[in-house]
């Protein structure tokens, strides 16, 4: 059955089944864990950063991945491979974007394939389906974990409203993309049902094509008086034509966008279903329970490389040989919340308990074969990772008074991880290690227009299966641990918000290339520090213009320990900088946005030069500073009708959005025009 079918099956089977519901309005809001919550009053409980790309937001945008629409957020730096962010490359606060160091969530659901067997790139949700993004740094974060050193970033997904729109873009490159949303309500609106279909395809900037198909259905349905039950079924296939080769330098200066690996192949498939139930025990109580499921495969074909032929052709040369690095995980996790106001110590009490246990396997193949072969051959390394990890939490916000409030919290994590190499003999390998993560947060309103916000919290990172067991031998590491601090003050009316955060992260246990034991591949063996500034503005001005801006500022990101140093993060530059014009007049709304990405390093040793040859491994060198402008317009016809457009890069700017082995070019100039139907 193909997945459009299977969508609209489920989508009459639930319909049907919300029919029968009793009377309880669900109003197209089905439960889920928020990591912020609606409105500006939801900001200003966080004792941390925060930010939010609101629908309007992305409405006008019109962002082409995840990436496209965070690289706008305070404190995020985006290392581009291609324009449709097929995996995910996002740094926080100086944290490299070539690692993974921060949580990220669909709807408070983990959507790394895993978090501690690895590998955090391998899925990178897709922007068709989402409603808004949150980001959240700080102590707040704490509620959340692992990996959350950096931050949390929760996409938040669409639930159709009721009836059927339909809306459609076409653009450089061949790109062409159509989106279906449908929902209905029960007569009484104790029910809901929904789906949003993505059809997406594009010959790609430099080549690099890629087949996108998404589908996510929603289904909500009220259990009495008190209770909503909510279920979403997502499915996700793109195959896309990247690899990890990039230009050579010399090809990158006389402006060649050529893909420089024509037949490498990553084929990415996602499933994955969500139940969450929601109960108001009585006016001071409320428990949550999110139990998920995932499933998804990752099969990358890359070619074997002439080395020779390939520095005397000044670009990749291929031999008849590949390996498939393919891979499959599957997760089935359990988190619950139970919520608590009440009256003690003489002020108001607001806590929140939670319980998280999830375990994920990995099934890890090595195929070895030709060109004729038709991506069949000798499976050479198969290996099999798994682990089991268990998350108490509890937190409690004591309101002193109107105006301050103090939130200390303490979570702890523990976990197993095992690997089994079946081309080995079997040979078992294991780990295990538990965390305890005390952190508190504060906020005090010192008038109407500014809050005062601050905290400090343990959060860690642990090492992956990847890792810890690397050359299948338990390589004896300790978590990835930071010791975070900030302060901030924050404001916000009708007409104007700001917000200014400094921050430290003393970064501890760093994993990097075993050197001072043979028999090791890894070690901890680095100790970083990040501090830095995190500014915020915007303000609407009579006649319907807008300004927002944000400047970020990392002076400190260095190694403190270890062979590196006193060199700089890899892929964390010292300023970033977002500038949107806006105007609005009638149904008219246009951004001119402006963004800017500093000088970066591509690797830990702070190489300056690029290679010129076909250098195996992890390329380095020094990437220049870039500036790049995007015009985005929106127009609201009426209620039926609305059409949009963007020219993307407008000033054409080239530069070098990564290296690893190559030059991965930033996207070049672009255009786009859309509409959308509701009918």
Same mark, same amino acid.
């Given at each position: 059955m193909s997945t459009q079918k299977l969508a609209l099956k489920t989508l009459f089977v639930s319909m049907a089944a919300i029919m029968a519901t009793p009377a309880y309005p669900v109003e197209n809001s089905l439960p889920r864990i928020d990591v912020v919550g609606e409105g500006y009053a939801a900001v200003a409980k966080q004792p941390g950063s925060v930010t939010v790309i609101t629908k309007e937001d992305l409405q006008l945008q019109q962002p082409l991945s995840t990436e496209d629409a965070l690289r706008r957020v305070p404190g995020i730096n985006i290392k581009t491979e291609e324009e449709s962010a097929v995996v995910a490359n996002i740094g926080m606060r100086g944290l490299s974007s070539a690692e993974q160091k921060s949580l990220i969530l669909e709807d408070g659901v983990p959507v790394a394939p895993g978090l501690f067997i690895g590998n955090g790139r391998y899925y990178n949700p897709r922007i068709q389906r989402m409603e808004s993004i949150e980001v959240v740094k700080g102590a707040a974060s704490l509620r959340y974990g692992p990996s959350t050193i950096g931050g949390v970033i929760n996409y938040k997904t669409k639930t159709p409203d009721d009836g059927v729109s339909l809306s459609g873009r076409v653009g450089s490159h061949n790109m062409k993309e159509i989106t279906l949303e449908a929902g209905g309500s029960s007569p009484s609106g104790?029910?809901?049902a929904g789906v949003v279909i993505t059809k997406a395809q594009s010959d790609g900037f430099m080549d690099k094509s890629y087949d996108m198909e998404d589908v996510m259905i929603k289904a909500g349905m009220a259990m009495g008086d008190n209770q909503i039950l909510g279920f979403k079924f997502s499915h996700n296939a793109n195959d *896309?034509?990247?690899?990890?080769?990039g230009l050579m330098l010399d090809d990158f200066k006389t402006g060649k966008t050529y893909n420089p690996a024509p037949d490498d192949w990553y084929l990415q498939e996602r499933k994955a279903f969500d139940i969450n139930h929601e109960i108001q025990l009585n006016d001071n109580a409320k428990l949550r329970t999110l139990v998920y499921w995932s499933d998804v495969s990752r099969d990358y074909w890359r070619y074997d490389v002439d080395t020779v032929a390939s520095n005397a052709a000044g670009r990749w040369v291929y031999e008849d040989t590949l390996t498939g690095n393919n891979r499959s995980f599957e997760r089935i996790g359990l988190d619950t919340r139970l919520n608590l106001d009440f009256n003690a110590f003489g002020m108001q009490n607001e806590s929140e308990f939670g319980l998280r246990v999830f375990?994920?396997?990995?099934?890890?193949?090595?195929?070895? *074969?030709?060109r004729d072969q038709d991506r069949t051959g000798v499976n050479d390394r198969h290996r099999q990772d798994s682990a089991v990890s268990y998350a108490v939490y509890g937190q409690?916000?004591?309101?002193?008074n109107d105006k301050l409030a103090i939130t200390p919290g303490l979570r702890v994590e523990s976990y197993e991880q095992k690997r089994i190499v079946l081309t080995d003999n079997n040979k078992t390998t294991s780990t295990s290690n538990t965390e305890v993560l005390p952190g508190v947060g504060a906020t005090y309103q010192l008038n109407p227009m500014a809050q005062v916000y601050g905290g400090m919290y343990q959060a860690f990172s642990p090492a992956e299966n990847g890792t810890s067991l690397t050359g299948d031998v338990d390589q004896k590491l300790e978590a990835e641990r930071s010791t975070n601090i900030e302060v901030g003050v924050r404001g916000a009316n009708n007409q104007m918000y700001y917000e200014l955060t400094a921050f430290q992260m003393d970064f501890s246990n760093q994993v990097v290339d075993g050197n001072s034991n043979p028999l090791l591949d890894k070690e901890n063996a680095g100790k970083t520090l990040h501090q830095g500034l995190e500014a915020a503005f915007g303000i609407e001005l009579d006649g319907g213009v807008s300004i927002d801006t944000n400047l970020t500022y990392i002076p400190t990101s260095k190694f403190e320990a270890g062979d590196d140093k006193g060199n700089r993060i890899s892929y964390s530059p010292e300023i970033m900088a977002n500038l949107i014009l806006g105007y609005k007049t009638g149904g008219l709304k246009t951004g001119l946005v402006m963004h800017h990405t500093g000088a970066q390093y591509g690797d830990s040793a702070n190489t300056k030069d690029i290679p010129t040859d076909a250098a195996g491994g992890i390329w380095g060198g020094k990437l220049d500073?870039?500036?790049?402008?995007?015009?985005n317009a929106h127009y609201t016809v009426n209620k039926q009708l609305s059409v949009f457009g963007a020219v993307k890069n407008l000033t054409d700017e080239r530069?070098?959005?990564?290296?690893?082995?190559?030059?991965?070019?930033?996207?070049?100039r672009s255009f786009e025009l859309g509409a959308k139907v509701k009918f």
């Open positions: 104790d029910g809901f *896309a034509n990247i690899s990890y080769r375990t994920e396997e990995s099934n890890d193949t090595r195929i070895r *074969a030709t409690n916000k004591f309101m002193i500073a870039y500036t790049t402008m995007d015009l530069y070098i959005a990564g290296l690893r082995q190559g030059i991965y070019v930033g996207p070049e």
